[in-house]
């Protein structure tokens, strides 16, 4: 029952926050599509024992491939799908606990809470990089094959 909870809240968060930034209504399901892929990945591999971070990289990466491929089959811009897909993977809470436990002078916690949110963050950049990284590759050695024919 917690999964389809967990499916539920990350489509509807990701296809909220794509409305909510004005992109257009034909995209709005294929980004909570997106988001909605992107959680279950990292959910499924974190309840396996998984780290975070890697399960972060992990979905990202994957939300970069399916946002790509979205936005070469309906001739939109990734950047829509890309940006309401990752929602979901944002360490808000944490960063939020962060600054309350500094708030409250808990600066050990607060210290390793907020190292945590930065790496996690920095693991969702690194995972949309790498797969733009990876098409660019794949497209520069397609464009080379069919130049050479």
């Known amino acids: ?42 959910y499924c591999m974190e309840a396996s024992g998984i780290d975070p971070v890697v399960s972060t990289v992990t979905a990202s990466f994957f939300i970069a491939v399916i946002s790509q ?16 897909g990752i929602i979901p993977l944002v360490p808000g809470g944490l960063a939020y606990d962060a600054m309350r436990n500094f708030v409250q002078n808990d600066y050990n916690s607060a210290i390793n809470l907020a190292a945590r949110a930065f790496m996690i963050s920095g693991s969702i950049a690194v995972g949309l990089v790498f797969s733009e990284v990876i098409n660019q590759i794949i497209r520069h050695s397609t464009l080379t094959r069919q130049q050479k024919q």
């Open 1 to 42: 029952m917690a999964i389809i909870a967990q499916v539920i809240t990350s489509f509807i968060a990701s296809a909220a926050f794509g409305l909510m930034f004005n992109a257009p209504k034909s995209s709005l399901i294929k980004g909570g599509f997106v988001g909605m892929s992107g959680w279950m990945i990292y």
């Open 69 to 84: 491929g979205f936005a070469k089959m309906y001739r939109t811009p990734v950047i829509i799908f890309s940006v309401a």
